[in-house]
């Protein structure tokens, strides 16, 4: 077989396609792949996850049970641990986490485990790509690297790309198919293979001219939130000086109908994307010897907006005559963006952490989000807002009352605007 029978096998819907790393954004690509009508392998470490997907459950909120259920009992979908299945497979998507190390390094350990599993059991041409967002030279480096030192030639016997995912939790409006995607192949080949895979799933598949360049894609993207939004926790912090409100500004500002775009202030950076992935930036151009200046500036602002949330909280609670040392203090949210429950790197986390070590009484309620921190948890319908001091509002979550918030609360200290038009007795401090 070669490239062009392999194009024709995706084409046919006759390729068999293995995803590996299930979580929020391998699952939707196993069910896009699957509902679409191919014969889709899952790998993944996780015991307990390959259990649940095996009875048909999904564990992330974008996807849906009956969606698994549904392809898991057409024979469409088989989640496994075993990598000795990739033999069989004809294209193989990586998915695994890129998180930071403790010292902010990236930590590739995830990418390198799973290539070397794959190329272990790697047949001949064998479409691999690699999703997981890292910094440029990744792919090459280590993916093809070790299907090389294995005997394959990239290009001939074996092809590799690089595609960025996009996805958006909780976002309704755009998924896998809506959201154009980015694909960069080590060679002409690879990458047309890869275009014609993506095509099957996506409405419109964007090329480029490297996998490198499909690296750096993501990571501009990403930057680019990054520094925006550390631009405007700055400008958050100067109109504080000023008295003015950030949120009434922002909302003027936005009327301009061309060369401006809204950001939004907040308690800090989330999730697993915009915290980390300008650091894997940072870290490659470091080690070439070129200092990312608004990279380094956003991270120092973005880093210390959880003391400036507790500052506020701090400076509320004084003018009604309190300390923090007993005050009872409500967290609203503690995911690290709305309605979702995912809590990687949220900012909740520190700014718990130093009202607990100026001995508030915390409590908090989140929708989404069980247990956190052992802090004692409120049903988020129908909170007695009276029985707190102060409601810190961290994630805006659309299923909490906030006109009754308001309404009852003594002090809100709100991080996300949710206040902006709301009346009530409560006193309102706004980031
Ligand atoms: N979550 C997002 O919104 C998002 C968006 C765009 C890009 N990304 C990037 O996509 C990649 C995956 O992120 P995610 O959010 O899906 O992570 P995740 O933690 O939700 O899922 C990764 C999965 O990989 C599994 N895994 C870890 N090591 C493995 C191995 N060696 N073999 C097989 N499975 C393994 C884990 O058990 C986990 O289920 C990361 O590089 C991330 O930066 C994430």
Redesign the pocket.
Known sequence: MNSKNLKEKILNKKAKICI???????LPLVVEFAESGYNVTG????KD?ISRLLKGQSYIEDVKSSAVNLIIKAGKFHPTSEYGTVKNQDAIII????PLRKTREPDLS?IV??AD?VVKYLSRDTLVIL????YPGTTRDILLDKIEKKGFRGGVDAFVAFS??????GNERFGIRNTPKVVGGIDKKSLNLAKTLYSQVVDRVVTVNSCEEAEMV?LLENTYRAVNIGLINEMTMLCSKFDLDIWNVIRAASTKPYGFMAFYPGPGLG???IP??PQFLSWKAKSNLFYPRFIDHAEEINTSMPNYVAKKVITTLNRMKKSVNGSKILIMGVSYKKNVGDTRESPSFEVAQILKQLKAQLSYSDPYVASFEGIKRVPHSNINFRNFDCVLVITDHEKFDYKKMVREARAVVDCRGVTLDLKGKAKIVRI
């Open positions: 590996v790393g299930l979580g929020y954004v391998g790998i993944d470490t996780s996850k998915c695994v986490p890129t995830y485990d799973a599993e999703e997981s967002t890292s960025p995912e996009r996805v958006d939790p993501k999730g697993h994307c980390v992935d």
